[in-house]
T-cell receptor, first 113, second 115 residues
Framework: DQQVKQNSPSLSVQEGRISILNCDYT??????FLWYKKYPAEGPTFLIS?????DKNEDGRFTVFLNKSAKHLSLHIVPSQPGDSAVYFC????????????FGQGTRLTINP | GAVVSQHPSWVICKSGTSVKIECRSL??????MFWYRQFPKQSLMLMAT?????????EQGVEKDKFLINHASLTLSTLTVTSAHPEDSSFYIC???????????FGPGTRLTVL
């Protein structure tokens, strides 16, 4: 049972444009969400997070939006840069203690010059 | 800050042997460490959660006798794959939680290939 789903395995965006990565979840108990970026043969690095009490969190070029009623979150990257090319994972947990994280399958983002 | 290292970064072993992977938090104390496994083009799957000084908590379907986890100090956790088989070949990643921070900090991963 895939509780966190990233339905787009890949996404290609032109440099300078907006990248939008989507994530859906099924477990209504999830109340804390995170986005990680991963390069090949490396561990994921934390990007941004959002608590269910908010619907938006912004950090520089990265903004995460949360729609609790739709059980959907998205990561916006503006403007997209070549260094953003990586695999992006969304993750969810029950509580902000970051104990058990449930990851989506990942979306490979490619930024074209 | 918040650097997590893993050793080795890759290992090749023969079927039936045991392999130990180390996970260290270099500049902080990690009361909780996590071990994940990732198959190609798939998500990270949590294998177990280890707390310093206590037994690890394994996820459903993970054999605790096959994947031995030890968290002997606040900066070191080890995963030992015992009697490795080719189907154990995978990318193993550890992470560490720092204090009350919400996010986990991940190591670079270990690529295990069992021949």
């Amino acid at each position: 049972d895939q509780q966190v789903k990233q339905n787009s395995p890949s996404l290609s965006v032109q440099e300078g444009r907006i990248s939008i990565l989507n994530c859906d979840y099924t477990n209504s108990m999830f109340d804390y969400f995170l986005w990680y970026k991963k390069y090949p043969a490396e561990g994921p690095t934390f990007l941004i997070s959002i608590s269910s009490i908010k619907d938006k969190n912004e950090d520089g070029r990265f903004t995460v939006f949360l729609n609790k009623s739709a059980k959907h979150l998205s990561l916006h990257i503006v403007p997209s840069q070549p260094g953003d090319s990586a695999v992006y994972f969304c993750a969810a947990s029950v509580g902000q203690g970051a104990q058990k994280l449930v990851f989506g399958q990942g979306t490979r983002l490619t930024i074209n010059p | 800050g918040a650097v997590v290292s893993q050793h080795p970064s890759w290992v090749i072993c023969k079927s039936g042997t045991s392999v130990k992977i180390e996970c260290r938090s270099l500049d902080f104390q990690a009361t909780t460490m996590f071990w994940y496994r990732q198959f190609p083009k798939q998500s990270l799957m949590l294998m177990a959660t280890s707390n310093e000084g206590s037994k690890a908590t394994y996820e459903q379907g993970v054999e605790k006798d096959k994947f031995l986890i030890n968290h002997a100090s606040l900066t070191l956790s080890t995963l030992t794959v015992t009697s490795a088989h080719p189907e154990d070949s995978s990318f193993y990643i550890c992470s560490a939680r720092r204090g009350t921070y919400n996010e986990q900090f991940f190591g670079p991963g270990t690529r295990l290939t069992v021949l």
